[in-house]
């Protein structure tokens, strides 16, 4: 066997045998001559012709690792360098460790991220029933916790939900809205609310809402024939003194007087608006399959309600229609048309809220002086909103082109006349303006203009005063609000015993964060008074629309999610449009 290998790098290595002594080697060298034959370096040959002193003396030069001999004052140099490299990193370490670490703080929130974390808070100052632990309204508690089986007719719990504004009255219309507005905002801009940490909360927000509409109808049938529409009554006759949740100025929790429940067998708007508030949550609960098919169930079972049982929820002159009047429902039909499309991809919704009649009978030709004014009771400019985003991202083409392209002109109309300069809407003085018309402004200067707006409402504007209560150094003090008006302070204060806490010109002892109040007059004025709710009340629609436009502005980016909002949408293959008809001389 020789005793030369090859060195990996192109040089001889020398192989140990342990069986082999330096002598056994040297006999071996007169039999093996190819082993002579073999050009040996100067280190090898004076390993041959060394004497046994001589040979001992040479070795203590190299190191035996066992199959490698290696220079001993290079082994010596290699295991200094690495336990000293070994020694150095530690002491880095150790000095790293002790020094103080100062990180680089976040950059601070900005002003509408500030705003948004407030306006949410409102919410939770709103909500009725057995409040969870985190709800952090410390002046609020358990309250109204017989709603529905105190009523002999209904017999079944209604409790949950929220109160509509400062009084303790459960108005269904007006809130679903709010609740489906929530869910589209978060449907956007999920990726927002989670970078502020505020993902979970508008979440518990909005399921909060859901489920207590799964609770006013028989959610688990496919047909129905009623829905509850109000808990509570807030309709008052000349010279009654009949207690009722707008008679009396009572904190919730103190409630102590009957809260009737009102249902309604022919309300098409309040539910197709609640079925277009379920649809939505559904969207938002997609993550969720189990909740979200109950939501989308429910919300099958109300549009289907209202189609079949046409009328409007508040006609007869009920008690609703003094405060929530709905003056029509077929604006209804459209979105919750369109959201019960955008959640089921059932194709037959977007052929409802793209029919032509039904956009006619909806307003959307004939203006009027509530057309493009998007609120709880007209939501054709949401749904046309919609409808368009569902153009611009998807282009379905035909059949529904015509309609859709109708509406994304309507959708680019209305965003002028936002505009000041145009003057549709009454609005305050201090507003800038910029043209339209035929010139092209970029989506920028529609954004700057939504600004104004909400930094308007949150103090720029001639009295230096936020609209929104928490927010800033000067807020309203004196909100319309029962709960926030009268002290936690262990004293049950009756119907009446609360109206000294009404009548006071003092502050309310509990401050209700995140309340957007009525606001100032066309004039900019405003009068911080508790009784005028003109201009003191806070409600959840106001709020929700707030909540909305927060988040839009806040943060960093523009864009919105697509990929959620058409989750549940099949993949579009446009029909080609019918052939003309044979040409005739």
Not at 72 to 89: H, I, Y
Not at 373 to 378: R, T
Not at 481 to 506: D, F, L, M
Request: hydrophobic content about 35%.
């Amino acid at each position: 066997m020789s005793m030369y290998g090859r060195d990996p790098w192109g040089g001889p290595l020398e192989i140990c045998h342990d069986s082999a002594t330096d002598d056994d080697r040297s006999r071996n060298l007169d039999l093996d001559r190819g082993a002579l034959s073999r050009t040996l370096d100067e280190t090898q040959q004076s390993w041959l012709l060394a004497g046994p002193g001589d040979q001992g003396r040479k070795k203590k030069k190299y190191v035996d690792l066992g199959c490698l001999v290696v220079s001993r004052k290079l082994f010596v140099w290699t295991v200094g360098v690495l336990l000293a490299a070994a020694v150095f990193a530690g002491l880095v370490a150790g000095i790293a460790k002790a020094i103080p670490r100062h990180h680089r703080p976040p950059p601070p929130p900005d002003d509408f991220t500030v705003a948004l974390r407030k306006a949410l808070m409102f919410f939770n100052a709103q909500k009725s029933g057995k409040l969870p632990k985190n709800n952090n309204v410390h002046w609020r508690g358990n309250s109204c916790m017989k709603d529905g089986l105190s009523d002999p007719a209904v017999g079944r719990s209604l409790v949950g939900g929220y109160y509509d504004a400062g009084d303790a009255v459960k108005f269904n219309f007006p809130a679903a809205f709010s609740m489906t507005l929530l869910s589209w905002s978060v449907i956007e801009y999920s990726a927002k609310y989670e970078a502020v940490g505020e993902l979970g909360h508008i979440r518990d927000t909005i399921k909060w809402g859901a489920d207590y509409f799964l609770k006013t109808f028989n959610s688990t049938a496919d047909t129905i024939d009623r829905v509850v529409m109000q808990v509570g009554s807030g309709a008052t006759s000349p010279g009654s003194t009949q207690p009722n949740d707008h008679y009396c100025w009572m904190r919730p929790e103190d409630i102590d007087y009957p809260r009737p429940v009102v249902e309604c067998h022919a309300c098409s708007d309040l539910a197709a608006e609640m079925a277009a508030s379920l649809a939505a949550a559904s969207i938002v609960f997609k993550d969720n399959k189990a909740y979200s098919q109950k939501l989308v169930h429910g919300a099958t079972t109300l549009f289907k309600f209202a189609r079949q049982n046409r009328g409007r929820y508040s006609a007869g002159g009920s008690g609703a229609a003094k405060f929530y009047n709905s003056t029509s429902y077929w604006d209804e039909f459209v979105w919750g048309g369109s959201w019960m499309y955008l959640a089921t991809g059932n194709s037959s919704y977007l052929q409802l809220a793209t029919h032509p009649k039904l956009a006619k009978h909806a307003g959307a030709y004939w203006g009027g002086p509530d057309y493009g004014v998007f609120s709880w009771d007209n939501k054709l400019t949401g749904a046309q909103v919609l409808l368009s985003r569902l153009r611009l991202f998807l282009s379905p083409g035909y059949p529904y082109e015509e309609i859709l392209r109708t509406f994304h002109n309507q959708t680019s109309i209305i965003m002028c006349s936002y505009l000041p300069i145009f003057k549709s809407f009454n609005r305050t003085k201090d507003t800038p303006g910029w043209y339209c018309g035929p010139h092209f402004y970029p989506i920028e200067t529609l954004r700057n203009f939504a600004r104004t707006q909400i930094e308007y409402i949150l103090g720029k504007n001639p009295l230096k005063m936020s609209y929104v209560v928490g927010y800033g150094n000067r807020y309203p003090k004196h909100v319309h609000h029962r709960g926030a008006s009268i002290p936690k302070n262990g004293v049950h204060y009756g119907c009446k015993g609360g109206w000294k806490w009404r009548e006071t010109k003092k502050p309310n002892p509990n401050i209700i964060v995140g309340a957007m109040v009525a606001g100032p007059d066309r004039h900019d004025g405003f009068k911080d008074v508790r009784k005028n709710y003109n201009y003191t009340e806070a409600t959840l629609a106001g709020n929700a629309g707030l909540v909305a436009a927060l988040v839009a502005l806040s943060g960093e980016g523009h864009g919105v999610d697509k990929n959620t909002m058409f989750s549940a949408v099949p993949p579009m293959f446009p029909s080609p449009p019918p052939p003309p008809a044979p040409w005739k001389p």
